[in-house]
């Protein structure tokens, strides 16, 4: 079992648009897949058609026991015929859950990677909340490798740079997580997209995973709760799952 935490301080970079697009590519590749929506806007959850689930992952997080979040795993309400990853729903509770896990002298920073014990699945995706805060660090403690997502605009790299110097201070106090790489999420055709992703091909290097391209497709498959296949050939759906077999495809030869 890998498990990957996709973060970013930063808010609407596409951060849990990413997850869920390599959550599909990862299923349709043969693969088991838990998404942990970990973000207390629950938006993963919703993405894959999940609302007020529960048990959730706010339960699973105030439950001491070891595995607590196996009680919690649901189905997502994708179509049955297509790739269809499991959940761990998240929930609104969670804004309150944070300060509770700071007043834990002891837990504060690993009560997800306790909770996750026993997961089995080929792949856990923690979508975490676009904070430096203790839901984040939580997410960071429990995975294994890191997935920056960022997109092509001023102060991107900055955002980055110090997403990286968390991960790398988690990284100091038990070994992992490490970063699997960078992606540069909505990459638009016109030409401050084009400068700003040559500065942060520039920044990064090889670090830059394969890029996901703007196109509405995606959001709109984000809206309706649908995979991006189930659009079938409706203008820019093709070219996005591509684009996200392709990250996928990239990601997990570095996770291997």
Excluded at 7 to 16: A, C, I, L, R
Excluded at 82 to 87: A, F, M, V
Excluded at 147 to 158: C, G, I
Excluded at 182 to 194: H, S
């Amino acid at each position: 079992m890998t498990t990957l935490a996709v973060v970013n301080q930063k808010g609407g970079v596409g951060k849990t648009t990413v997850a869920l697009g390599i959550a599909e590519a990862a299923c349709a590749s043969g693969l088991s897949v838990l998404v942990v929506d970990l973000d207390p806007q629950s938006n993963a959850s919703a993405g894959l058609g999940v609302w007020n689930g529960s048990p959730n992952v706010d339960d699973a997080l105030a439950d001491p026991t070891p595995g607590a979040v196996l009680s919690a795993v649901t189905d997502a309400r994708w179509p049955p015929d297509g790739p269809c990853p499991q959940l761990v729903p998240g929930s609104y509770a969670l804004a309150s859950r944070e300060p509770q896990m700071a007043a834990d002298l002891v837990g504060a920073q690993d009560r997800l990677r306790i909770a996750l014990a026993g997961a089995n699945h080929d792949l856990v995706l923690i979508d975490c909340p676009p904070s430096l805060g203790l839901l984040c660090i939580n997410g960071l403690f429990a995975a294994d490798r890191a997935l920056v997502v960022t997109e092509p605009a001023a102060w991107a790299a900055d955002g980055v740079d110090l997403m990286r110097s968390t991960v790398s201070r988690v990284a100091q106090r038990q070994g992992t997580p490490t970063i699997a790489g960078v992606v540069l999420n909505r990459v638009g055709r016109t030409r401050d997209n084009a400068y700003w992703a040559q500065q942060l091909a520039e920044r990064f290097g090889t670090e830059l995973l394969p890029p996901v391209p703007q196109r509405a497709a995606i959001a709109e498959a984000s809206g309706q709760s649908q995979p991006l296949r189930a659009l079938g050939r409706r203008p820019g759906a093709p070219e996005a799952v591509q684009a996200f077999d392709e990250l996928w495809a990239d990601l997990q030869s570095r996770l291997a």
